[in-house]
Nanobody, 130 residues
Framework: QVQLVESGGGLVQPGGSLRLSCAAS?????????LVWFRQAPGKEREALSC????????YFSDSVEGRFRISRDNAKNTAYLQMNSLKPEDTAVYYC??????????????????????WGQGIQVTVSS
């Protein structure tokens, strides 16, 4: 059974930094799966932020975070990270980690829409406020 658990959220002042972690369990060493970060602010649709495949290929979907957020992954720990720098109040949202398997022969799997991912974490709150 696949489980994703986010951690690292909380309250931070504008201009500050946070690093979110997404620990995945239930995948085998032979599985190829992508890990992706979404966020959802109150009253807004869920927004794709960034994705990373098993081989390390990355995709950034949101212009608002490119250059400030960086995704990374440690396959040995089955964990993805989202380093968030220069945080702004508009980054306040619930951040979700999601995952989906893909075939190794595809080489890369990072779609930017929520329905492409079958496994989701419970979400973690990030609040940027002074």
């Amino acid at each position: 059974q696949v489980q994703l658990v986010e951690s690292g959220g909380g309250l931070v002042q504008p201009g500050g930094s946070l690093r979110l972690s997404c620990a995945a369990s239930g995948f085998t060493a032979d599985d190829y799966y992508s890990l992706v970060w979404f966020r959802q602010a109150p009253g807004k649709e869920r927004e794709a932020l960034s994705c990373i495949s098993k081989g390390g290929g990355t995709e950034y979907f949101s212009d608002s975070v490119e250059g400030r957020f960086r995704i990374s992954r440690d396959n040995a720990k089955n964990t993805a990270y989202l380093q968030m720098n220069s945080l702004k109040p508009e980054d306040t949202a619930v951040y979700y980690c999601a995952a989906e398997r893909y075939h190794a022969g595809d080489g890369y799997y990072c779609p930017g829409y929520a329905y492409a991912y079958g496994y989701w974490g419970q979400g973690i709150q990030v609040t940027v406020s002074s």
